[in-house]
């Protein structure tokens, strides 16, 4: 659902902004993490686009991808360092930027910040873009006055997500070419050369066994209704796509079901850590409080078990509880490496620097794990096509040579 809200800053600024959320207690959370109070919040939307959670034109709007987000952190980095001033070096990117969405970003923070917003409220107006640690970085970068280092590490952790992304791109390519083709074999098997068997059986005057007439049913029902029923496949795939990745709702519908997934769950747990030490430690880096920092991190994560203990764990550093300790209670929920390392990181003052390492073990350990599933999925693939063959061989082709053998004799 689409919000407008009106809410004062602590310098006591009105300020107003449009933001993307489920409900109206979502918005008073995001409010108060950029430590804005309220005046007043109004719900945009029709009846159609509450249940869809997006607008029915913004569904085949582009957005602004990762790699647009790294082009912009990284080349704002290097104006802001050589001494370019904010507007002038956003009036630049506009005018090197193709993608309409990237512009309509630009245009919408030049007049923000003619108007005597903070830089950081532009991207919060923008939450189906750029996530909460990157609004809670750009945030810290520009109180702290270190906007440039900021963008800097932004442009970093970036960098490693779309690697990351990639290789995980990379090692399913094979088997979801080998289903495709797998599939692709089977249809055209199914539709042009069984039905010539059928028409064996019927020329030959022979009733063909229950499990026979079964194929050559779907095989006939599939030469009748295949295009149809490709074209309804298609449709769904087409619509679940959009609705995951132009939808909150899909989003949160999609993370329930592949953590439930018996084989995917130790994947996703491991993005999901590998994620939290990237983000906690720019955030520890750039400045932002060990509580936002926390509570922002929680908000990126899939794994339900991770949420609630890092919600237990804020709760326990709001009582005086040092992170270290917070977080060796929370053992059955994070890697004991982990919970170890931060301890000891902590006492010795280099929590940061521990937790980028994490991050970057974590990666490879991501890596390895996907091509080990990898390894294990494609004879479980290939196994599956084979028995299907048989299966076909079995029902069709051996009852055919059984029946012409004993007309022969």
């Given at each position: 659902m689409l919000f407008k809200y009106k809410a004062i800053t602590q310098e006591g600024k009105v300020v107003e902004g449009e933001i993307e959320k489920e409900s109206e207690s979502e918005v008073l959370k995001f409010l108060k993490s950029q430590e804005l109070t309220p005046i007043s919040i109004k719900e945009e939307k029709a009846i159609v686009e509450k249940i869809l959670g997006t607008s029915l034109k913004g569904f085949f709007k582009k957005g602004i991808s990762l790699e647009d987000q790294l082009f912009l952190v990284r080349y704002l980095s290097l104006m802001?360092?050589?001494?370019?001033?904010?507007?002038?070096?956003?009036?630049?990117?506009?005018?090197?930027?193709?993608?309409?969405?990237?512009?309509?970003?630009?245009?919408f923070s030049k007049e923000s910040l003619k108007k005597g917003r903070s830089f950081y409220e532009s991207f919060s107006a923008f939450p189906h873009d750029f996530s909460p640690t990157f609004v809670a970085l750009i945030k810290a970068g520009e109180v702290s006055g270190k906007l440039d280092e900021v963008c800097k590490v932004l442009a970093q952790n970036i960098e490693r997500e779309i690697e990351l992304k990639r290789k995980l791109k990379s090692a399913l390519t094979y088997p979801i070419m080998l289903v495709v083709l797998a599939v692709i074999v089977l249809s055209v098997v199914i539709t042009f050369s069984i039905p010539k068997i059928a028409m064996i059986f019927e020329e030959i005057n022979r009733e063909p066994p229950l499990f026979t007439k079964i194929i050559l049913s779907l095989s006939l029902f599939l030469r009748k209704y295949g295009i149809f029923l490709l074209l309804s496949i298609v449709a769904i795939l087409v619509f679940l796509y959009f609705f995951y990745q132009r939808t909150l709702v899909g989003k949160r519908l999609f993370?329930?079901?592949?953590?439930?997934?018996?084989?995917?769950?130790?994947?996703?747990?491991?993005?999901?850590?590998?994620?939290?030490?990237?983000?906690?430690?720019?955030?520890?880096?750039?400045?932002?409080?060990?509580?936002?920092a926390i509570e922002v991190s929680r908000d990126t994560l899939t794994t339900p078990k991770m949420k609630l203990a890092l919600d237990r764990i804020a709760e326990k550093i709001k009582k005086g509880v040092t992170i270290g300790e917070a977080f060796l209670e929370e053992k059955k929920?994070?890697?004991?490496?982990?919970v170890s390392l931060i301890s000891i990181s902590e006492k010795a003052g280099r929590l940061s620097f521990t937790l980028k390492e994490l991050s970057d073990f974590f990666a490879g350990e991501i890596d390895a794990t996907v091509k080990s599933l990898t390894s294990l999925i494609e004879p479980i693939i290939l196994m599956m096509i084979g028995g299907i063959v048989a299966l076909l061989a079995l029902g069709v082709i051996v009852p055919l040579y059984q029946t012409v053998t004993t007309m022969a004799q």
């Amino acid at each position: 659902m689409l919000f407008k809200y009106k809410a004062i800053t602590q310098e006591g600024k009105v300020v107003e902004g449009e933001i993307e959320k489920e409900s109206e207690s979502e918005v008073l959370k995001f409010l108060k993490s950029q430590e804005l109070t309220p005046i007043s919040i109004k719900e945009e939307k029709a009846i159609v686009e509450k249940i869809l959670g997006t607008s029915l034109k913004g569904f085949f709007k582009k957005g602004i991808s990762l790699e647009d987000q790294l082009f912009l952190v990284r080349y704002l980095s290097l104006m802001l360092k050589g001494g370019v001033d904010l507007l002038e070096a956003l009036s630049v990117l506009e005018k090197d930027f193709q993608n309409p969405a990237v512009r309509r970003f630009l245009a919408f923070s030049k007049e923000s910040l003619k108007k005597g917003r903070s830089f950081y409220e532009s991207f919060s107006a923008f939450p189906h873009d750029f996530s909460p640690t990157f609004v809670a970085l750009i945030k810290a970068g520009e109180v702290s006055g270190k906007l440039d280092e900021v963008c800097k590490v932004l442009a970093q952790n970036i960098e490693r997500e779309i690697e990351l992304k990639r290789k995980l791109k990379s090692a399913l390519t094979y088997p979801i070419m080998l289903v495709v083709l797998a599939v692709i074999v089977l249809s055209v098997v199914i539709t042009f050369s069984i039905p010539k068997i059928a028409m064996i059986f019927e020329e030959i005057n022979r009733e063909p066994p229950l499990f026979t007439k079964i194929i050559l049913s779907l095989s006939l029902f599939l030469r009748k209704y295949g295009i149809f029923l490709l074209l309804s496949i298609v449709a769904i795939l087409v619509f679940l796509y959009f609705f995951y990745q132009r939808t909150l709702v899909g989003k949160r519908l999609f993370q329930n079901l592949i953590v439930h997934l018996p084989i995917v769950k130790k994947v996703v747990e491991k993005i999901d850590v590998q994620k939290f030490t990237q983000n906690f430690s720019a955030m520890v880096e750039a400045g932002v409080p060990i509580l936002q920092a926390i509570e922002v991190s929680r908000d990126t994560l899939t794994t339900p078990k991770m949420k609630l203990a890092l919600d237990r764990i804020a709760e326990k550093i709001k009582k005086g509880v040092t992170i270290g300790e917070a977080f060796l209670e929370e053992k059955k929920a994070f890697p004991l490496t982990l919970v170890s390392l931060i301890s000891i990181s902590e006492k010795a003052g280099r929590l940061s620097f521990t937790l980028k390492e994490l991050s970057d073990f974590f990666a490879g350990e991501i890596d390895a794990t996907v091509k080990s599933l990898t390894s294990l999925i494609e004879p479980i693939i290939l196994m599956m096509i084979g028995g299907i063959v048989a299966l076909l061989a079995l029902g069709v082709i051996v009852p055919l040579y059984q029946t012409v053998t004993t007309m022969a004799q």
